[in-house]
């Protein structure tokens, strides 16, 4: 039986230590807006996320190809090894930020340690391509701010307390539909590349959406913490807007296989619903800290896996 490459090998333990940690940094923001009704609980919510991360890129996978090909081409010799430098610098910088209490897009990092790689690897980058992805990437939040504006306005127009909770599974669901079909492929993407397959199988998705959900139950507590409480004085007709307001923008960059940072989009609803109804319910000095977090995040990672990766380049003669 042929021994597997060291650098898959490697690459391989990467993959799953990214999904694990996506579920950390992920999981418990998609939560986070509903947990003020007890309509969607905890442990219903993480299984609905491991049940559609796994099913949705069945029928769309679009956004894990351009992560894997439209950035850069990591089909080269040498690619799995600059692949593990873009992952190992994107959770890198993640942690660090999360250490300083500054919670921040894993997409973004994964996006700039991507790009940071292939150029420093000198594997083909389209520089089109990045700027069309980081163009989606700052309207998706302003989309979602915009959106969520108008929507919480309507449903406390037009719903009831009781209703709000049949609005609320609506909205979770259309919110984790949205996840799976666009920021949640990133780590289907290191998959491919580590693996590699083409499409989504079936067996690969489920052990994405496995090892997704035992991070989602790690970090639930901290990560729903944040935007729940930190952004704005939240009430439960926030928390639904926002989660439609972001489902809506996040599918419709799926539709043309743009990845972008559902927590972002989410967090652009949420400031767009306290707005709607008193900016002073809203904490400008978090969402400042957030946001400067977010423009820090893809340079800092394109940086450090460009370096990391043009350093391993030379060793290797």
């Known amino acids: 039986m042929e021994r597997m490459p060291l650098d898959a090998v490697a690459l391989i333990a990467v993959a799953g230590l990214f999904a694990i940690v996506s579920g950390v940094n992920d999981g418990g923001a998609l939560l986070a807006t509903g947990l003020k009704l007890p309509t969607v609980r905890p442990a219903t919510g993480i299984l609905t996320l491991v049940v559609l991360v796994a099913l949705v890129p069945l029928l769309s996978h679009q956004v894990a ?22 992952v190992i610098s994107a959770l890198a910088v993640v942690t660090w930020l999360s250490s300083r209490g500054r919670p921040t897009s894993l997409t973004l990092a994964i996006v700039g340690g991507l790009t940071g790689a292939g150029v420093g690897w000198g594997l083909p980058v389209s520089p089109g ?15 979602g701010g915009l959106l969520a504006w108008v929507l919480i306005r309507a449903l406390v127009a037009i719903t009831t307390a009781r209703g709000l909770s049949s609005w609320h599974w609506a909205a979770f669901l259309l919110q984790t539909v ?36 035992i991070g989602a139950l790690y970090g639930l507590p901290k990560a729903g913490r944040t935007l729940s409480r930190e952004i704005i004085v939240s009430r439960p007709a926030h928390g639904v807007a926002a989660e439609l307001a972001a489902g809506t923008s996040v599918i419709a960059c799926a539709a043309v296989g743009m990845p972008v940072s559902m927590t972002q989009a989410i967090a652009g609803g949420l400031i767009g619903a306290g707005v709607a109804v008193g900016s002073g319910r809203v904490r400008w000095y978090a969402a400042v800290k957030i946001v400067a977090a977010w423009l820090f995040t893809l340079p800092a990672a394109a940086l450090l896996a460009g370096v990391a990766a043009f350093v391993l380049k030379g060793l290797r003669g």
Not at 68 to 82: E, M, N, Y
Not at 187 to 212: D, E, K, R, S
Request: proline share 5%; charged share 5%.
């Open 178 to 213: 949205a996840y799976a079909a666009n920021d949640g492929q990133k780590m289907l993407a290191v998959f491919m590349i580590a693996l590699g397959f083409a499409g989504a199988p079936l067996p690969y998705t489920t052990l994405v959406a496995v090892l997704f959900g």
């Open 65 to 86: 190809v351009t992560f894997v090909t439209r950035l850069a081409t990591f089909d080269g010799p040498g690619s799995k090894i600059a692949m593990t430098v873009a």
């Open 129 to 143: 391509s990045v700027a069309l992805v980081l163009a989606f990437g700052v309207a998706a939040p302003i989309a």
